[in-house]
């Protein structure tokens, strides 16, 4: 079946350093892949997404790659700001209707 | 432009009552999706609608769930006596037609209490 796996949080970091968040999936044919944002005391916002291999996405100096011989869309940043403190969602979709299977989310505390 | 919308943002229940959750997608927006999400998890998938049929319901946990989209917009969550454990945020999004790799645009959620 599909799944995703995100590293846990919360990860704490000081404004300015390097962040990466590790995602990775479990797909039985070719799926897309999204990062999903919630701000505090917001709704889910898409981030950025790849829906083919070797695709990068990328958004407010967020990337991340579609790896499908490492099942993975590892999600970085080279310089993080504390209104990057937010949970982040990596998700999978990957049948006709597009639902979509999501991690559990990881909390990004940044420390001016 | 309007984004997804839903009503009510809290709820809070007893044990064993009826509960109704709206939402009102994107215009133009033919694909809507229901996840419901538990405390420090991420949203599970419920039910997808293309249209006015429920093309996939295969994420409700049981017959208390049942959802509807009768005139394709705006959507109905039912909940039949509800239990404790239905308790979470349940959340709506729409894309446009439902595509494999489409963004889908969630609402703001709502949080269901059952105490």
Request: some cysteine.
């Amino acid at each position: 079946g599909n799944s995703v796996t995100q590293m846990e949080g919360p990860v704490t970091l000081s404004e300015e350093a390097f962040l990466t968040i590790n995602c990775t999936y479990t797909a039985t044919g070719y799926p897309s892949l999204f990062w999903y944002v919630q701000y505090p005391g917001e709704g889910l916002q898409l981030l950025l997404k790849a829906t083919k291999a070797d695709d990068k996405g990328s958004n407010k100096g967020f990337e991340a790659t579609y790896r499908k011989e490492t099942t993975s869309f590892h999600l970085e940043k080279g310089s993080v700001q504390v209104s990057d403190s937010a949970v982040y969602f990596c998700a999978l979709s990957e049948d006709n209707f597009n639902k979509f299977y999501f991690g559990s989310g990881t909390k990004l505390n940044v420390k001016p | 432009g309007a984004g997804v919308s839903q009503t009510p943002s809290n709820k809070v229940t007893e044990k064993g009552k009826y509960v109704e959750l709206r939402c009102d997608p994107i215009s133009g927006h033919t694909a809507l999706y229901w996840y419901r999400q538990s405390l420090g998890q991420g949203p599970e998938f419920l039910i997808y609608f293309q249209g006015t049929g429920a093309a996939d319901d295969s994420g409700l946990p049981n017959d208390r769930f049942f959802a509807v989209r009768p005139e394709g917009s705006v959507s109905t969550l039912k909940i039949q006596r509800t239990e404790r454990g239905d308790s979470a945020v349940y959340l709506c999004a729409s894309s446009l037609q439902g595509s494999l790799g489409e963004t889908q645009y969630f609402g703001p959620g709502t949080r269901l209490l059952v105490l």
